[in-house]
């Protein structure tokens, strides 16, 4: 995928089904023959985005690889880095509340107070 084109959801459905593929160590071989009874290409295609999977071949797919198949649909939703899409809402890395933000107050440990304390 080339960077500043938009990825479609077909081709983030594909990219979903292509991260499981290599999770579960399944060729796309494999599938095309076992779920298909196809060539290859029939898999790649579906995989690149160049040809949407239809609803029944998605969930062959799931099905061949057990897992649910909103899996794969809700990568559709889904922005990727490559297409300029924001990240999905909710997802902050830093909200300034972090513990290195604000100074640890300063504390005395004494004898007395570990006892306390313990």
Not at 43 to 54: A, I, K, L
Not at 74 to 99: I, Y
Request: hydrophobic share 40%; proline share 8%.
């Amino acid at each position: 995928m080339c960077r500043g084109m938009e990825a479609t959801p077909d081709k983030r459905i594909g990219a979903a089904v292509r991260m499981e593929l290599t999770l579960q160590r399944v060729t796309m071989v494999r599938v095309a023959r076992e779920v298909f009874g196809a060539k290859r290409w029939f898999v790649e295609d579906r995989c690149s985005g160049r040809t949407p999977f239809g609803a029944w071949e998605l969930v062959q797919v799931a099905d061949y690889l057990h897992v649910d198949v909103c899996q794969f649909l809700n990568a559709a939703k889904q922005g990727t880095p490559d297409d300029g899409a924001p990240p999905p809402t909710g997802l902050r890395f830093h909200d300034g509340r972090a513990s290195y933000d604000s100074p640890a107050p300063v504390v005395a440990f004494t004898t007395p107070a570990a006892r306390l304390a313990a």
